[in-house]
């Protein structure tokens, strides 16, 4: 009964008050004003400066492959070997064929000269005189179809060699040796590819397109040169391009060429980059997604924020700012490009504006925090 009075006693005593907790700490920035280079960014994909299908010119059996596929081959360099024997009998044919008929020019031209002397002294007749002139001329003529037979025979014999048209990466054999090919059309036996250099095509919409006409004008104003008489990548304009597994646009170009005209139905125009491709192992090859960058001016004490401060409601993005009396505050912002880890700002804030980075979770509208800046939090 003691124990229950005192409990009684000492509830009766105690005062039930509020206590107010301390304001939330959140963590706050300074934007970061610097210059800035704006991108244009776009998606694109990489394909071959050169590709060749080669294909047997001549029909035979395929006698011997010369190369392993996928491996570097250079231009002239031989392939293929297709059966040369019916070639070289051929050649061998039109060279004696050749040979018969020089031997029946000089004849002809022996049997002219003397009838020159003859018809001086009346000895032939006129008739006689012309029929071995004629006979001369037919002979010189053979000569030329003969001589032409022995080029034909000579060229068809080289395509029994088949050499690589260009540089690059030769794909696997289509054909094995020992088949017949040629036969009534050209066989194809593989391909090549160069992959030095390598080009890069996107698309661009009106506006942007408007901006880069501009860059391309600037340029050759710069440089002297008339524009209608210069192609894109004489006026140097860079272009960077960046792998699904890279995180930045490693890869450095050159604007190449874009179509003359919008296709109507996209709004769009073709663009096309041109890149050398010189690592080692080569990183680009044909039908690469792309992600690709074009720098279209430059702006001085642009201000960068932390990504980590952009948040999105349905009115759109937003950060959150801490005013002088350490009220939060909700600023709507237009987004520029995001430069490793940061955002440029282009309208929304100032430079002296406080913006939350750290417990936004936390932080409202409205509400009181406990700002830390984060130069002194960091770690």
């Given at each position: 009964?003691?124990?229950?009075?005192t409990i009684l006693t000492s509830c009766s005593d105690g005062k039930n008050t509020y206590v107010v907790p301390p304001p939330v700490k959140v963590t706050v920035s300074l934007p970061v004003q610097k210059s800035v280079i704006e991108y244009l960014e776009f998606t694109g994909t990489t394909?071959?400066?050169?590709?060749?299908?080669?294909?047997?010119?001549?029909?035979?059996?395929?006698?011997?492959?010369?190369?392993?596929?996928?491996?570097?081959?250079?231009?002239?360099?031989?392939?293929?070997?297709?059966?040369?024997?019916?070639?070289?009998?051929?050649?061998?044919?039109?060279?004696?064929?050749?040979?018969?008929?020089?031997?029946?020019?000089?004849?002809?031209?022996?049997?002219?000269?003397?009838?020159?002397?003859?018809?001086?002294?009346?000895?032939?007749?006129?008739?006689?005189?012309?029929?071995?002139?004629?006979?001369?001329?037919?002979?010189?003529?053979?000569?030329?179809?003969?001589?032409?037979?022995?080029?034909?025979?000579?060229?068809?014999?080289?395509?029994?060699?088949?050499?690589?048209?260009?540089?690059?990466?030769?794909?696997?054999?289509?054909?094995?040796?020992?088949?017949?090919?040629?036969?009534?059309?050209?066989?194809?036996?593989?391909?090549?590819?160069?992959?030095?250099?390598?080009?890069?095509?996107?698309?661009?919409?009106?506006?942007?397109?408007?901006?880069?006409?501009?860059?391309?004008?600037?340029?050759?104003?710069?440089?002297?040169?008339?524009?209608?008489?210069?192609?894109?990548?004489?006026?140097?304009?860079?272009?960077?391009?960046?792998?699904?597994?890279?995180?930045?646009?490693?890869?450095?170009?050159?604007?190449?060429?874009?179509?003359?005209?919008?296709?109507?139905?996209?709004?769009?125009?073709?663009?096309?980059?041109?890149?050398?491709?010189?690592?080692?192992?080569?990183?680009?090859?044909?039908?690469?997604?792309?992600?690709?960058?074009?720098?279209?001016?430059?702006?001085?004490?642009?201000?960068?924020?932390?990504?980590?401060?952009?948040?999105?409601?349905?009115?759109?993005?937003?950060?959150?700012?801490?005013?002088?009396?350490?009220?939060?505050?909700?600023?709507?912002?237009?987004?520029?490009?995001?430069?490793?880890?940061?955002?440029?700002?282009?309208?929304?804030?100032?430079?002296?504006?406080?913006?939350?980075?750290?417990?936004?979770?936390?932080?409202?509208?409205?509400?009181?925090?406990?700002?830390?800046?984060?130069?002194?939090?960091?770690?």
């Open positions: 009964m003691i124990s229950f009075l394909k071959s400066v050169g590709f060749a299908e080669v294909k047997a010119q001549a029909s035979g059996i395929l006698k011997s492959m010369r190369f392993e596929p996928g491996l570097q081959v250079k231009q002239g360099d031989l392939l293929f070997v297709i059966d040369p024997e019916p070639y070289q009998a051929e050649l061998a044919a039109a060279q004696a064929e050749l040979i018969s008929a020089q031997a029946e020019l000089a004849r002809t031209q022996a049997e002219l000269k003397r009838a020159n002397s003859l018809i001086k002294k009346n000895f032939i007749s006129q008739t006689d005189y012309l029929r071995r002139k004629t006979e001369r001329d037919v002979a010189q003529a053979q000569i030329g179809l003969k001589n032409a037979r022995v080029q034909s025979a000579k060229i068809q014999l080289s395509y029994t060699q088949v050499k690589a048209p260009i540089s690059g990466r030769v794909s696997r054999n289509h054909v094995d040796v020992g088949n017949l090919v040629g036969e009534g059309e050209a066989t194809l036996l593989t391909t090549i590819t160069q992959y030095k250099p390598m080009y890069a095509y996107f698309h661009l919409n009106e506006r942007d397109l408007l901006r880069v006409m501009n860059i391309r004008a600037e340029k050759a104003q710069k440089i002297g040169h008339d524009l209608e008489k210069q192609s894109d990548q004489a006026l140097d304009i860079p272009l960077f391009l960046g792998l699904v597994d890279e995180q930045a646009y490693p890869h450095k170009g050159e604007l190449d060429f874009g179509e003359s005209a919008l296709n109507p139905s996209t709004g769009t125009i073709e663009l096309r980059g041109i890149f050398a491709n010189a690592e080692k192992p080569t990183r680009l090859i044909p039908g690469l997604f792309t992600r690709l960058r074009l720098p279209v001016g430059k702006t001085d004490n642009a201000l960068l924020i932390d990504e980590r401060a952009i948040s999105a409601d349905q009115s759109g993005r937003f950060v959150l700012v801490v005013d002088a009396e350490n009220k939060v505050e909700k600023r709507s912002v237009v987004l520029g490009q995001r430069i490793e880890g940061q955002v440029v700002i282009k309208k929304g804030i100032k430079a002296t504006d406080k913006v939350i980075i750290k417990g936004l979770q936390k932080a409202r509208p409205g509400s009181i925090v406990n700002p830390q800046n984060a130069a002194i939090t960091a770690g």
